[in-house]
Structures are given as C-alpha cells and as structure tokens.
C-alpha cells in the first residue's frame, strides 16, 4: 500500500500563504500524479489540482488559478502545494493523494491530511 | 462543472443487510467515476474506479454499476465495518468533482 506523509497543522493569518508538503512512499516518482484536495468544516470534498511529480506538469482547477502552486523536490522525493491569498474560506482539511498517471486519473491512495487554520 | 447528486443522503441498515447507493451526474461522465468510503477520523479509501473496478483488496461484498450518468454502489451483506460516509468521484473533465456523500450508520 503507497503511503503518503504530510507535513503539519497550520494557522495562518488573512492574506499570507501557506505550504503543505507531501512525500510519496518508494523510490521513484514516475507512473503516478500528486492530487490535492480539501474539504472544509462541514462541506464536502473538493478537488483542487494534480501534479505530475515526474515532470512537474501540473493541472489546476479553475477556481484556484493564480493562487496556487504545486512544486516538487527531487532530491528529498517531496511534493509541495502552496495556496496564496489566504481567506477565511480557505481553512480546510487539505489532503494529498496519489493516483495514476495517463488518462485514467482516478484517486488510489491518500494522505493523513493537513489542517490549515486562517484566522486573524 | 460536473454536478455529482447521491442519493440518500444519509442510510440505517443492519448487519447483514444489502443496501445501494446512487450517484448521478449532471452530464454524461462515460464511465470515469470512483467510489471511496470514509471513516470518521480517517483518510478516504478508494473501493471502485472506472465505475466497475474492484480496488485490490477491498472485499468482494462492494460492487458497483453504472455508465453514463447513473451510477450505484452496493455492498451485499453488510458488516460493522462499514459504517461512514461514502463518496462517489469523477474523474471525466475538469473540474473533477465529488457527491455530497452518503452516511451509512449500521443500527
């Protein structure tokens, strides 16, 4: 069973950004893409974009264009999802999730999760 | 974007039991749709993609059917294990979006 890590809680003020980071279980980081996706206190789940750790291509959903980044590390097998312009709105539970690369992008395995608190 | 309905929203059944979730989507998604359950506290676990497909490792009691725009989840005898929320995802245009959910308590 792939594993995926996250890194901690945060709580972030109005307006700044935020950094959770994902690292995949194995030694590669080809054949799969790094999904992002948050539910919020009392809605329900949202996707919010891949990344192709392998390549760094990344696909964002229009909703979040502009504000947000979805990088990898190679050298310490990392992934990062950094949101910007933070509201409100924006706190949530944020999972990563792995799941195949190619046409057929459904979700397999996911992360413990990251909770991002913004509050002023 | 791809609205997802489930219904219903929330289920009480009891052990043993058959019960059948249903997921429909605002368009035509082919067959590009995953259910996942979800326990309080928990991470979501894949159970079916490509509407169909087993994941490896999930009991043969879940299945699921569906093409199109209808989809159903169902789990043939029902074990205390089962209670949570389960979700259908699709994965046809983006944005890929999620159902609501559905609560299944075991009574």
């Known amino acids: 069973q792939v594993q995926l890590v996250q890194s901690g809680a945060e709580v972030k003020r109005p307006g700044a950004s935020v950094t959770v980071s994902c690292k995949p279980s194995g030694n590669t980081f080809s054949g799969f893409y790094i999904h992002w996706v948050r539910q919020a206190p009392g809605q329900g789940l949202e996707w919010m974009g891949w990344l192709n750790p392998n390549s760094a291509v990344t696909h964002y959903s229009q909703k979040f264009q502009g504000r947000l980044t979805m990088t990898r590390d190679t050298s310490i097998r990392t992934t990062h999802m950094e949101l910007s312009r933070l509201t409100s709105d924006d706190t949530a539970l944020y999972y990563c999730?792995?799941?195949?690369?190619?046409?057929?992008?459904?979700?397999?395995?996911w992360g413990q999760g990251t909770q991002v608190t913004v509050s002023s | 974007d791809i609205q997802l309905t489930q219904s219903p929203s929330t289920l009480s059944a009891s052990v043993t039991d058959r019960v059948t979730i249903t997921c429909r989507a605002s368009q035509r998604i082919s067959n590009r749709l995953a259910w996942f359950q979800k326990r309080p506290g928990k991470s979501p676990q894949l159970l079916i993609h490509?509407?169909?497909r087993l994941e490896s490792g999930v009991p043969s009691r879940f299945s699921a059917t569906g093409s199109g725009t209808e989809f159903n989840l169902s789990i043939s005898s029902l074990q205390p294990d089962d209670f949570g929320t389960y979700f259908c995802?699709?994965?046809?245009?983006?944005?890929?979006?999620f159902g609501q959910g559905t609560e299944l308590e075991i009574k």
């Open positions: 995802q699709h994965y046809y245009t983006y944005p890929y979006t």
């Open positions: 490509t509407a169909s």
């Open positions: 999730a792995r799941g195949p690369a190619g046409w057929l992008q459904f979700i397999d395995s």
